[in-house]
Every structure is written in C-alpha cells, then in structure tokens.
C-alpha cells in the first residue's frame, strides 16, 4: 500500500481546511484508515478514523469539528479529513496512516505528513 497526503497549508482561526489522502497498491487489505497529527514538541496524536464498515472516531478535542470520510474506486482509496472551526492549537503535521490485515497481523502504512498551521 502507497498513501499520499495532500491539502496541508496556512489557514486563519476559525477557518476550514479539508485533506485528503489516496492509498493505492493492496487496499483490498485495508481494514482501517486514520488520520494522525505531531505538533511541534508533542507526541503523535491519533485524530479520527474510518474502517471499512464506515465506523469513524474522533479525539475529543476535535469532535464535532472534524469530519473524516471515504471514496473507494477500483484500486483507490481516498480518505478525507474536513476541518471547520481550526484553532491554534490544530497546528500540526498530519499523517494518514492505513492498517492492513495481513495474514491475522496488523499492519501500519504511513504517508508522508501533510503540514497544517493554523494562525493569524
């Protein structure tokens, strides 16, 4: 599996800011897709996840301000993070990661980061 992440810029507070990741190669193994992100100086952070049944999650501090969906074509996935309301604190690098199932293991595919700041 391949993931690119794109959309990443500067935005103001309380702007929006949608990105987008394509996984392509083995998606059929794909059971979950989730968006990750690393301020400076802090650890990665889980944001939201989709799976294949549609099922999304969220961290707190973004529920209900972030919005994670999917398009699935024939060898092409697309995820998508919607972020309304952004704050400073939103700052980051975000990264799509995808997890495969592979012979009963898990396995975790990462993109390269998309880089997100929020400010003024």
């Known amino acids: 599996v391949q993931l690119q992440a794109f959309g990443g810029r500067l935005v103001q507070p309380g702007g929006s800011l949608s990105l987008s990741c394509a996984a392509s190669?083995?998606?059929?193994?794909?059971?979950?897709m989730v968006w990750h992100r690393q301020a400076p100086g802090k650890q990665r952070e889980l944001v939201a996840g989709i799976n294949n049944q549609g099922i999304t999650d969220y961290a707190d501090s973004v529920q209900g301000r972030f919005f994670i969906s999917i398009t699935r074509y024939p060898g092409k996935n697309t995820v998508y993070l919607q972020m309304d309301s952004l704050k400073p604190d939103d700052t980051a690098v975000y990264y799509c990661n995808a997890q495969q199932s592979l012979e009963g293991a898990i396995k975790d595919v990462w993109g390269q980061g998309t880089k997100v700041t929020v400010s003024s």
């Open positions: 190669g083995s998606i059929r193994s794909i059971i979950r």
